[in-house]
């Protein structure tokens, strides 16, 4: 299973952008996927999550102003970061659980850098 983030750049405050993360290889069944964000010189924090039923959640302090959705038909997850501040400035991962008869496993994304000016 391999994940490809994409969408990160350089976005003005106030602005939006849009993060992409397409999930490929032997697919069994994808149940949690998530975006979590590395802001520099911060430890790693989770931004928003969806369920394979479609429940969503986030961070009290991610609330508001990111939304994540999914299509299943193409194994992407997708978050939507409006109204962006500076310090939404990180390098942002998704996250997918991938459960199959041998069990479920975690895979990461390879991040992709949201640097929002001021």
């Known amino acids: 299973v391999q994940l490809q983030a994409s969408g990160g750049g350089l976005v003005q405050a106030g602005g939006s952008l849009r993060l992409s993360c397409a999930v490929s290889?032997?697919?069994?069944?994808?149940?949690?996927m998530a975006w979590y964000r590395h802001p520099p010189g911060k430890q790693r924090e989770l931004v928003a999550t969806?369920?394979?039923?479609?429940?969503?959640n986030y961070p009290d302090s991610m609330k508001g102003r990111f939304t994540i959705s999914r299509d299943n038909t193409k194994n992407t997850v997708y978050l939507q970061m409006d109204s962006l501040k500076p310090e939404d400035t990180a390098v942002y991962y998704c996250?997918?659980?991938?459960?199959?008869?041998?069990?479920?496993?975690?895979?990461w994304g390879q991040g992709t850098l949201v640097t929002v000016s001021s």
């Open positions: 996250n997918v659980q991938h459960c199959s008869g041998y069990g479920c496993l975690t895979y």
């Open positions: 290889g032997n697919i069994v069944r994808i149940n949690i």
């Open positions: 969806s369920t394979a039923g479609g429940s969503t």
